[in-house]
C-alpha cells in the first residue's frame, strides 16, 4: 500500500502574528521538521502552501498549490491527494510540530487493517480534542473533499461527519506504540499563539538533551 505525506502549511497565522511553518525550533524550522518526519516514512511528500510563497523550501519536497484558494485545510488536502498516487495520506499541519513519525507510522497501520471495515480516515482523539489535521486519511476520501469545497465549505468536522471515521485515543495509541501517553499528548500540543510556541521550545530543546 502506498503511503505518502501532506505538510498544511499555507495558514495566515494570524493568532500567531508570524508564519508558524518558519518558526525555528532547534536549528531547524518547524516546516522541515515535519517534512523530515514524514520524509522518513514516504519518498512523497507534498507541501500545501495554498497562496503562501515558500522560499528556501528543500527539492526534495513538492510544493502544491490550492486549487480552491483560500479554503483553508481542506484545500491543502485536496491539493496534495490530487498530485499524490497513494492510497494512504499522512495529513499534519504546520500547528503540531511536536509530532513524530514513530507515532504516526502506528496511526497508518491501524488504519490500514481498519480498511476492510470501510473505514476511511483515522483521527486522534487526545484528551477529548479531535485532531483531523494530524491524521490519516485513504483517498476514497478525495470525491467527499471536492463536493464541499465546490459548496464553499471548509468546516473539517463537516468533511469528517461525511466520512467512515475511527478516533484513537491516547490510551489506544499507548497500547499500539508503547509511548507513554503523556508523551503522546506532548506532540499533539497546538501551537497557535506565541505562549504555545515557547512552550513547545522548551519541549522539543528537553528533547535534544536526551
Do not use: W
Not at 499533539?188 to 528533547?207: A, G, L, P, T
Request: net charge negative.
Amino acid at each position: 500500500m502506498k503511503i505518502a505525506g501532506i505538510v498544511l502549511a499555507g495558514g495566515a497565522s494570524r493568532r500567531m502574528g508570524t508564519d508558524k511553518a518558519a518558526l525555528e525550533l532547534g536549528n531547524s524550522r518547524v516546516l522541515d521538521i515535519i517534512a523530515g518526519e514524514l520524509s522518513s516514512m514516504t519518498a512523497q511528500v507534498y507541501i500545501a502552501t495554498g497562496s503562501v510563497s515558500r522560499e528556501h523550501m528543500d527539492s526534495e519536497y513538492i510544493e502544491v498549490k490550492d486549487i480552491y484558494p483560500g479554503s483553508g485545510p481542506l484545500a491543502g488536502m485536496q491539493a496534495g491527494m490530487l498530485r499524490g498516487e497513494a492510497d494512504l495520506y499522512v495529513v499534519v499541519s504546520c500547528d503540531i510540530p511536536l509530532i513524530r513519525a514513530e507515532l504516526l507510522s502506528a496511526m497508518v497501520k491501524v488504519l490500514e487493517l481498519s480498511l476492510d471495515s470501510g473505514i476511511q480516515a483515522l483521527v486522534p482523539q487526545i484528551r477529548g480534542q479531535i485532531h483531523p489535521l494530524a491524521a490519516v486519511y485513504h483517498c476514497s476520501i478525495i470525491d467527499v473533499l471536492e463536493a464541499q469545497l465546490r459548496e464553499d465549505n471548509r468546516r473539517v468536522r463537516d468533511a469528517l461527519s461525511r466520512l467512515s471515521v475511527r478516533y484513537v485515543t491516547e490510551s489506544e495509541l499507548e497500547l499500539v506504540t508503547g509511548i507513554p501517553a503523556a508523551q503522546i499528548e506532548e506532540m499533539f500540543i497546538n501551537m497557535n499563539e506565541k505562549e504555545d510556541y515557547e512552550r513547545v521550545k522548551q519541549i522539543y530543546e528537553s528533547r535534544d538533551v536526551e
